[in-house]
Nanobody, 116 residues
Framework: QEQLRESGGGLVQAGGSLRLSCSASRTIVSDIAAMGWYRQAPGKQRELVAL??????TDYADSVRGRFTISRDHAKKVSLRMNDLKADDTAVYYC??????????WGQGTQVTVSS
């Protein structure tokens, strides 16, 4: 089992910035296939925001590319820097970890609210 610890989020005005962080504690580094963030807005499906993949590649949703940056702060911690936030970015953001061995884990979620 894994418990992902999230921090960051909150309320910000449109055009502002926020930083989310997520740490894993029970997954060995060599078993991390990907870490990153998904989000779910009210009435919508959960969607990918950004992933940091084993080997160093990254994936971004088209809607956030160029505004959001995912980084691996250390082997078991990822951060998401969100710039130029828009009202459409309002959602609950979930940290995600996929193990090479197969299991997937989710954080409890952190609210990001962008006021226009």
């Amino acid at each position: 089992q894994e418990q992902l610890r999230e921090s960051g989020g909150g309320l910000v005005q449109a055009g502002g910035s926020l930083r989310l962080s997520c740490s894993a504690s029970r997954t060995i580094v060599s078993d991390i296939a990907a870490m990153g963030w998904y989000r779910q807005a009210p009435g919508k499906q959960r969607e990918l925001v950004a992933l940091d993949n084993r080997g160093g590649s990254t994936d971004y949703a088209d809607s956030v590319r160029g505004r959001f940056t995912i980084s691996r702060d250390h082997a078991k911690k990822v951060s998401l820097r969100m710039n130029d936030l828009k009202a459409d970015d309002t959602a609950v953001y979930y940290c995600y970890l996929h193990r090479v061995s197969g299991p997937e884990y989710w954080g409890q979620g952190t609210q990001v609210t962008v006021s226009s």
